[in-house]
Nanobody, 125 residues
């Protein structure tokens, strides 16, 4: 059984940085695609970014791409989301997830079968 545990969230001022980590235990997560989603208060969970087993990266949009580089450390079974120049609208619970092999869209939650418990990120103005 695969278990995902996020860490690294917290309270930060606008313009600051955080690095989120997602530790994977259990069966190896390689060659799976891993992703980050976030859920802001009162909103649906939304895709942030993903990284394939080969290192290809996918981002929700250009604003995230420029500020939130995603990476993976396979020997240590960990994926990261480096969050730079944070804005108050980035406030959310951030989740990592494992994508179902063979599924198509990166953006749909239904294509992910294992989720972490989430880590809170709060950005003050």
């Amino acid at each position: 059984q695969v278990v995902l545990v996020e860490s690294g969230g917290g309270l930060v001022q606008a313009g600051g940085s955080l690095r989120l980590s997602c530790a994977v235990s259990g069966r190896t997560y390689n060659p799976y695609t891993m992703a980050w989603f976030r859920q802001a208060p009162g909103k649906e969970r939304e895709f942030v970014s993903a990284i394939t087993w080969s290192g290809d990266t996918i981002y929700f949009d250009d604003s995230v791409k420029g500020r939130f580089p995603i990476s993976r450390d396979d020997p240590n079974n960990t994926i990261y989301l480096q969050m730079n120049n944070l804005k108050p609208e980035d406030t959310a619970v951030y989740y990592c997830a494992r994508k179902l092999a063979g599924s198509d869209s990166y953006y749909q939650q239904a294509n992910y079968d294992v989720w972490g418990q989430g880590t809170q990120v709060t950005v003050s103005s």
